[in-house]
């Protein structure tokens, strides 16, 4: 009998070990019939929300994803506070936990990235056997060329098939502008501001003209956009500034409007005026108030960020918590139409060169972002508690919701659609004629192919970095007595740093950009 | 050796975290010298000499941030030490139990409040537009200051909380090293007729010497390194101070942040450690030249 039980256990572990090596074998990938599900983690950028929303959303959507590929998802977070430093080291550290990374040319490193080797080189084939329709829609769009360094290789898929405006503007108040003298309370030139801003310390005396808080150059950048034809290069940054801009219709001849010109003295003359008005605190370099928060509060008058956040926040927002307030939008560079189309890498997925399923972190993506349940709920959570489709066919919120508390935050921004958006009642009912007035003028960036090597002028962008962010901040807020002293003291230093060499590196980069484009 | 085994068995988890969190990241150094991509990694990337740490000689602010940083930190460690002998001296003579239970917790509470909370308060005490301090003046018929704008306030402000926060907990290691006094010495001085003031002065303050002389060239080392946190907080972006306030950590965390570039930081923090080394190294000898016993090493 003993024996017999000795037998039988014996045979039972080593059926066991035979049918662990089994599974071993066929549930490596999670690919076949049968294995566990593969987790992929996806590094989004955002603050994780608390609520229990997007757990409950991610139950669902694996669901779904286990059904199509047999894969979970899971996101990992890069949290806002000093977003910039912790992206970055996120990718330096090599972590293989991350599969998919949300990524960007002009605010999220892409280039830099993919050079220095972050990102998994996607070959043809790959993309078209782990997503096919992503694959489809973007080559029928002619968009991997976006995408790839001089290697020919593609790094990152682009989010082409997304309409978004992301050009900042002045966010103020309708009611209080046609209090101010100004027609349907509607301001048009940037220098206006002056009178609305005087109109509101004088009358509105719990409120702040612009009750602006710390890092911020759109008093001066605003202006300039609007009193020169210069673009931005996005793609070089010294610090937190952008030094580097090309005349309109000679995109070879770089410049920068910190450095040349009588503009820049102007925009800071103004901000001197507005200082002395009283339109930000006079601390207003070591505030740290959110001034959304307080425009929604009725304690500012202004607010900046992009069109976007104005069509799809602002309006509901002030509309419900201001009512009568007719929030307006003041889109900086309007005055000449010196504004540019938003470009299709503003948002990109890149698969990390470190992924272990580099595959399945593909079929996941195209489910995300072709699926149209998939989509629905990475996008908008779980209909019912999270959104509502209303009977005019808009998405709407259930009632209670309180878009401040009750977020999803998944943060997909990586693979939006146009197909799958409906209309929101929360956005302004008039978006598509924003959308179209500033669709008229707007130019295309004419660098959105270009990579800029860094590497031989990179100590005197940090140099240069050190030179603005003592100088900008100042002129932003009027802080100097003698703006023209300033910034001739500013541009000095940043010749001796050595602006003139790196100018001459960036311009020879962007003619052979030029020439080989053409070529 | 055989002896000593239980101490250096004591000593075991210590030596393993230095080993491990000091010594072994050590070879990372080499990150400094190279234009670091992820392909080839910290030894295979390109060596690119002394590149990274030109930035730093570009800028101009070499001499600049690098007095601000010593003078910070010579006030923060005299004036730390002085203060923080002076507590325990003080707290010693007590005789209250309670009362000195009481006053030690409450000095060494602002050690555990986050710097962020404090830039909060002295702003909110500070500001121009709402700040209590303002408040107090214009109620009381006065012109409001900028704070803010006044970079010649801003040293002795940082100085006084730092003070604030540390010295409530430097005071321990003091206290401690008097209660490690023989108190035979002290009551002999006593009985020989020796004031409060003749016990301090001849027997409390001289057996503190070592533990002065040891925290000191410790703190030393790290003279190169400014308290970031602190001075991050209370002066921020705010570039109508950077004369008074810059130092080397803040200028470069300006400079180099969104760079997406590492090298250049680790070219900064082997430019302080070396030089840290080096006053450490320094200090020691001019130590051990006068008394041996209270060196290092």
Known sequence: ?519 | MIQNRMLLFMCLPAIAFFLLFSYAPLPGIWIAFTNFNYNDGIFGSPFVGLKNFEFLLKSGQLWLLTRNTILYNVAFIVLGNILQIAIAIMLNEVRLKYFKKISQGVMFLPYFISVVLVGVIAFNLLNYDTGALNALIVQTGGDPVKIYSTAGAWPLIIILVQLWQSTGYGSIVYFAAIMGIDKGLIEAASIDGASAWQRIRHVILPSLKPTFIILLLFSLGGIMNGNFGLFWNLVGNNAALFATTDIIETAVYRMVMSQNNFTTSTAVGLYQSLFGFAIVMTANWIVRRMNKDYALF
């Open chain 1, 1 to 519: 009998m003993k024996r017999r039980i000795i037998t039988s256990t014996a045979a039972l572990i080593a059926l066991g070990i035979s049918a662990t090596a089994l599974t071993a074998c066929t549930g490596g990938d999670g690919d076949q019939e049968g294995g566990a599900p593969t987790e992929i983690t996806m590094l989004v950028l955002g603050d994780k929300p608390t609520n229990g929303r997007l757990e409950a959303m991610l139950d669902k959507l694996n669901e779904r994803l286990v059904e199509k590929a047999n894969a979970k998802l899971d996101l990992f977070y890069v949290e806002w506070a000093d977003w910039q430093t912790q992206y970055n080291l996120q990718l330096l550290s090599g972590d293989d936990n991350v599969d998919l990374i949300t990524t960007a040319t002009d605010w999220l490193y892409a280039w830099e990235n993919a050079k220095k080797g972050a990102f998994l080189p996607l070959s043809e084939d790959m993309l078209k056997e782990n997503a096919p329709k992503t694959w489809e829609q973007v080559d029928a769009a002619g968009d991997w060329e976006l995408t790839k360094l001089d290697n020919d290789q593609i790094y990152f898929i682009p989010e082409d098939a997304y309409t978004q405006w992301t050009n900042h503007g002045f966010f103020y108040r309708g009611d209080w502008a046609a209090q101010a003298g100004f027609a349907n309370g509607e301001i048009t030139k940037f220098e206006d501001f002056t009178t609305y801003f005087q109109w509101i310390k004088t009358n509105v005396p719990d409120a702040y003209p612009w009750d602006v808080a710390g890092a911020n150059e759109f008093a001066l950048t605003g202006y300039l956009q609007g009193h020169t034809d210069l673009q931005t290069i996005q793609q070089i940054t010294a610090g937190n500034y952008f030094p580097f801009q090309t005349p309109e219709g000679d995109e070879t001849d770089v410049t920068s409007w910190y450095m040349e010109g009588d503009e820049l003295l102007a925009a800071a003359e103004l901000a001197k005026e507005w200082n002395d008005i009283g339109v930000w605190r006079e601390d207003a370099l070591n505030y740290d108030g959110v001034t959304r928060e307080l425009l929604y509060a009725g304690l500012t008058g202004t607010d900046q960020h992009h069109t976007q956040t104005f069509v799809g926040q602002i309006v509901d927002n002030m509309t419900t918590k201001q009512p009568g307030s007719d929030p307006k939008l003041f889109s900086f560079g309007s005055e000449n139409g010196n504004y540019f189309r938003d470009i299709k890498t503003h948002g990109a997925m890149a698969v990390s060169a470190n992924s272990s399923n580099p595959e399945k972190a593909l079929q996941v993506y195209d489910l995300l972002r072709n699926d149209e349940e998939a989509y629905n709920l990475i996008n908008f959570g779980i209909e019912g508690t999270d959104y509502v489709v209303t009977d005019d066919g808009k998405l709407g919120y259930p009632e209670g919701y309180d878009s401040s508390t009750d977020g999803l935050g998944a943060n997909f921004w990586a693979g939006r659609m146009d197909e799958f958006e409906l209309p929101r009642t929360s956005e302004a009912p008039n978006k598509d004629e924003i959308y179209d007035a500033l669709d008229a003028d707007a130019k295309d960036y004419p660098y959105s192919t270009l990579v800029v090597d860094k590497t031989p002028i990179e100590s005197t962008l940090a140099a240069m970095s050190g030179v603005l962010s003592e100088y900008i901040p100042q002129l932003q807020y009027g802080k100097f007595d003698d703006p023209a002293a300033a910034i001739a003291e500013m541009r000095q230093k940043l010749k001796d740093v050595g602006y003139e060499d790196a100018r001459a590196d960036v311009e020879a980069q962007i003619k052979a950009w030029d020439e080989a484009r053409e070529g």
